[in-house]
């Protein structure tokens, strides 16, 4: 069993829609991360959060400690958010490398 | 201020030669690590460190491949002898040292494909 899981590996949803993408976790986590993968291959990080809810423009960020569970949402959502969305955790404390799931391949039809 | 910048962007060896990797971290930051994303997988950590020390090499096959970051200069993975099977992304990332149990952010660089021939 993976140490994160996430859910949906594929979505496919129409341009504003409210989108959801879960993550669980097994082990104990000093923080967890959320990425974005464009088609060209390059990754920017959205959100990194310990506890709580983050939010930046449309994404939203929550996790839940005792349950071992994240979400990030997009809400309005738009074709430019088409990408990999990928869940990461640091699972030891301090900086340490981080150990990922298998991401969710969102498309935003227009 | 510069992010994360990797060199090459694209590498072509054949079998049997070596590949070098770069990796130059954000301004100030003094945490480097290295992922590896093989065809149509996740991504797998390889191996972190700090300058002039490896702290966690536990990701990296043990023979073949090594890194290091030393105290002047970029960060560099090296591959020696490659084989079909060392093809993939490699991407690097740094972040910032804030010490103790806090987990920081990380920047991720633009990857290079390597393709072995």
Known sequence: KNEVEQSPQNLTAQEGEFITINCSYSVGISALHWLQQHPGGGIVSLFMLSSGKKKHGRLIATINIQEKHSSLHITASHPRDSAVYICAVSLRGGADGLTFGKGTHLIIQP | ?117
């Open chain 2, 1 to 117: 201020n510069a992010g994360v910048m990797q060199n090459p962007r694209h590498l072509v060896r054949r079998r049997g030669q070596e590949a070098r990797l770069r990796c130059s971290p954000m301004k100030g930051h003094s945490h480097v690590y290295w992922y590896r994303q093989l065809p149509e997988e996740g991504l797998k950590f390889m191996v972190y460190l700090q300058k002039e020390n490896i702290i966690d090499e536990s990701g990296m096959p043990k023979e073949r491949f090594s890194a290091e970051f030393p105290k002047e200069g970029p960060s560099i993975l090296r591959i020696q002898q490659v084989v079909r099977g060392d093809s993939a992304a490699y991407f690097c990332a740094s972040s910032l040292s804030r010490g103790g149990e806090i987990a920081d952010t990380q920047y991720f660089g633009p990857g290079t494909r390597l393709t072995v021939l």
